[in-house]
């Protein structure tokens, strides 16, 4: 069974730092990408960014480009999100999923067919 | 950059046929996916490739993606599929999804 389990809730304070892991199992880690999704409380969903396990090859949304990093550890299968800095705005759920990549008929497709269960991060003075 | 539209909400009546759209340019070229979230939980992918579904969805679940428009039709709709629906797509080496449709189901 695939699964992928994100780490606890966080509250933060402005300008902390912070890391948040995704741990996949049921699946061969290494072979597939893992994204990260934002979703801000009121807001639809944001995609942050995508890492490939195989050779950590990342890929950022313009949006977050620079404002946070991906990374993962094949050794323990798991996939990281981290911030520097963070700000009230960073105040959110983020999603890590496994996102699926393929080429057909000449079109790109990309879809995410299974989630974590979601992280709460608070940042507030 | 590249947008996708979505409805804020959709109402319709249990048993009824729910429709919801998902506006792009030329979003035809490219394939549609759709997530239903529950409150409080994951989302959870219902169409991917525009019309397939995936194993475990109902089959009152379809989609169709032509023009600048994906549609995502839930017959028969049921009070459990009340839920917040997010569409998908990619461009230009980025995920972009809809700013995503509340259906409530009354």
């Known amino acids: 069974e695939v699964q992928l389990v994100q780490s606890g809730a966080e509250v933060k304070k402005p300008g902390e730092s912070l890391k948040i892991s995704c741990k996949g199992s049921?699946?061969?880690?290494?072979?597939?990408?893992i994204g990260w999704v934002r979703r801000v409380p009121g807001k639809g969903l944001e995609w942050m960014g995508v890492?490939?396990?195989?050779?950590?090859?990342?890929t950022y949304s313009p949006s977050f480009e620079g404002q946070v990093t991906i990374s993962v550890d094949k050794s323990t299968t798991t996939a990281y999100l981290q911030w520097s800095s963070l700000k009230a705005s960073d105040t959110a759920i983020y999603y890590c999923a496994r996102q699926r990549v393929a080429t057909i008929d000449m079109k790109k497709l990309n879809y995410f067919d299974f989630w974590g269960q979601g992280t709460l991060v608070t940042v507030s003075s | 950059s590249y947008e996708l539209t979505q409805p804020p909400s959709v109402s319709v009546s249990p048993g009824q046929t729910a429709t919801i759209t998902c506006s792009g340019d030329n979003l035809g070229a490219k394939y549609a996916s759709w997530y239903q979230q529950r409150p409080g939980q994951s989302p959870v992918m219902v169409i991917y490739q525009n019309t397939k579904r995936p194993s475990g969805i109902p089959e009152r679940f379809s989609g169709s993606n032509s023009g600048n428009t994906a549609t995502l039709t839930i017959s028969g709709t049921q009070a459990m599929d009340e839920a917040d629906y997010h569409c998908?797509?990619?461009?230009?080496?980025?995920?972009?999804f809809g700013g995503g449709t509340k259906l409530t189901v009354l």
């Open positions: 049921g699946y061969s880690f290494n072979g597939y990408w």
């Open positions: 890492i490939y396990p195989g050779d950590s090859g990342t």
């Open positions: 998908q797509a990619w461009d230009r080496s980025a995920v972009i």
